[in-house]
């Protein structure tokens, strides 16, 4: 095996294809990276128990064949190459990587001990790479972190005709955004949860131009975009459905420009000691943002507009807050709340008149294409 290529072209493509390498595995060979070279391409492929990733670029082909490298540490070796033109080659035991000077042996890994890659499941439909990174990045600011309740760590993928859904939640808060897609048959449904963590890492890596492919079956969700192609185990389990709990009635209403909010939020939660509350209280078309207990103490009053009874006040856990506000990028947000302790939706507008507009507000009204939903908390005494 012996192919030319340059170096910052190797080196995406080590780094794509090592994204899926396990940290630690009892397998050694789990921690190699499979380097094949035929007919004017380069093909690296990566795998461990939960993921799997290939990927082709071209490269000049001087002797084809293939070989199992570890993955990391020739993604070591990629990143410090000389820029230019580098040649790779299996010599013996030891597969070598040489340019502008500078050169690497490493030990290869036996082929027979690596297992085969997974097939791409059966290809539903394609969904904008662009627009399926920022629902998923939307979403995963929700997904739970405690592994001892694997499911709430996923993120819901569900496909209804040309709607697919992007849903998260720890129990605390939940994050939903709706995005058209395209289906390659009418009728196309499904309802899985996929590792947050991995679809996240997924999206990011495709970039942002092109159409991704959507592959499923009962055990694997599979992408696939020029060339990069990727598949990761399904999580076990149904995440809760979100539809009577977004349901709210007589809520509240608090329309406010979400940039001043999210630097007043920053800004106040400075002498928040750990989860202490954030308190909103509501008076006379302002909000005053205020934390801390006794001697440490924070406050902002900014401007809102309110909906429903002259003085309200809420609380909220400020780390949740800001990872909701953040998630949004419009110049407004629209809180909708029931009261201390219970639901508040936190909703994305282009101005204070959309969110307050009829088409908006008024029962029956489309849902907007990303909700965040937090648990409000004890106001401060």
Avoid at 246 to 272: H, Q, Y
Avoid at 273 to 281: I, K, R, T
Avoid at 336 to 357: F, I, L
Wanted: glycine residues 8%.
């Amino acid at each position: 095996m012996e192919f030319r290529i340059e170096r910052g072209a190797l080196a995406d493509t080590v780094a794509w294809a090592a994204r899926v390498l396990p940290t630690r595995s009892p397998v050694p060979v789990l921690g190699g990276l499979l380097l094949e070279a035929a007919d004017g391409r380069l093909c690296v492929s990566g795998l461990d128990y939960e993921a799997s990733a290939r990927i082709e670029v071209d490269a000049g082909i001087l002797r084809p064949g293939k070989v199992l490298v570890m993955g990391r540490r020739l993604l070591d070796v990629c990143r410090v190459l000389p820029e230019g033109a580098v040649e790779c080659a299996v010599e013996g035991s030891r597969f070598t990587v040489t340019g502008s000077g500078a050169g690497f042996g490493l030990s290869v890994l036996p082929l027979d001990d690596y297992p085969s890659l997974p097939p791409l499941p059966a290809v539903l439909g394609a969904v904008d790479a662009e627009e399926f990174a920022e629902a998923v990045a939307d979403v995963t600011v929700a997904a739970g972190r405690d592994d001892t309740l694997p499911t709430l760590t996923g993120i819901r993928l569900g496909l209804d005709g040309d709607r697919m859904t992007l849903a998260a939640t720890d129990r605390y808060r939940f994050a939903v955004r709706t995005l058209r897609w395209k289906p390659a048959a009418a009728g196309v449904s499904a309802d899985v949860v996929v590792s947050a963590r991995r679809i996240g890492e997924i999206a990011r890596s495709f970039g942002r131009a092109g159409a991704v492919s959507l592959a499923l079956d009962s055990g694997s969700a599979g992408f696939e975009l020029a060339g990069m192609r990727t598949t990761v185990r399904l999580l076990d389990g149904r995440l809760p459905r979100h539809d009577k709990l977004f349901a709210m009635a007589d809520p509240v209403t608090a329309v406010i420009e979400r940039e001043p909010l999210v630097e007043a939020v920053k800004r106040v939660s400075v002498v928040a000691d750990g989860d202490s509350p954030l308190q909103f209280a509501f008076r006379d078309d302002s909000v005053l943002l205020q934390a801390g207990y006794e001697d440490d103490v924070a406050f902002q009053r900014l401007s809102a507009r309110l909906a429903g009874p002259e003085n309200f006040t809420v609380a909220f856990n400020p780390s949740y807050l800001m990872d909701a506000l953040s998630s949004f990028d419009t110049p407004v947000v629209r809180f909708r709340m029931m009261g201390p302790g219970q639901r508040a939706m936190v909703t994305g507008h282009a101005s204070r008149e959309e969110a307050t507009s009829p088409a908006v507000t008024e029962e029956g009204a489309v849902p907007p294409a990303h909700q965040h939903l937090l648990m409000s908390v004890k106001p401060l005494v």
